[in-house]
């Protein structure tokens, strides 16, 4: 894909908390676009085990690693209702093109999101194809029909999960300016005493 220098990508996430999958994919993105734009999200389909500010903390300590000055955290787009940040990011970029960015296993759960067709009235849709999650032909279907203009991204990411860092501390998986602010602050029940038995 070349880059588009009228695009920017938008990645919300819940950072619940940043792992090595969502490095693999800013870095990915910032391959594909002029522009990336992140911040920490509450999703109201899911519930989050620490704050919003401790999790918008730990995205930034990612940001910051990643060093990059096409990235940015921009929180305040952040709403549990995509529609909702789109808005909000119109107005911050009022004459850039919008891309949407989503992993493979969000793909069937966008039609039962609210305002769903203004979403696609608000920007493209960029699916990124995620490790154990391949992309449904099925599903893109019903997304077209429902008005949405769709870019499968060439990005690979690995299947490491928040949620299997939260139950089994998979301290691999965690970035490491990530992981120094878990230990210090001891989120999620990690200690420094319980990550070197892990290690």
Do not use: C
């Not at 919003?52 to 952040?78: C, F, G, T, Y």
């Amino acid at each position: 894909m070349i880059k588009n220098g009228n695009q920017i990508a938008l990645l919300g996430t819940s950072a619940d908390p940043p792992t090595s999958g969502h490095q693999a994919l800013l870095e990915g993105l910032l391959r594909l676009f002029p522009k990336v734009i992140t911040w920490a999200s509450d999703n109201p389909m899911k519930s989050h085990t620490v704050s919003l500010q401790h999790r918008q903390s730990l995205l930034m300590a990612l940001v910051q690693e990643i060093n990059n000055p096409n990235l940015e955290i921009k929180q305040d787009v952040s709403s549990p209702w995509t529609v909702e940040t789109l808005e909000r990011a119109a107005l911050f970029w009022p004459n850039q093109e919008l891309v949407f960015v989503v992993g493979s296993d969000l793909a069937q759960q966008i039609p039962t999101w609210s305002q769903t067709k203004a979403i696609f009235e608000k920007a493209r849709l960029a699916i990124v194809p995620r490790e154990g999650w391949p992309v449904q032909q099925d599903h893109l279907e019903v997304l077209q029909r429902l008005g949405a203009n769709i870019d499968l991204l060439p990005l690979q990411i690995p299947a490491s999960s928040s949620s299997s860092i939260r139950s089994k501390y998979q301290v691999d998986q965690i970035p490491a300016a990530v992981l120094q602010i878990l230990l210090k602050q001891n989120l999620y029940g990690l200690t420094p005493s319980r990550s070197s038995k892990l290690t």
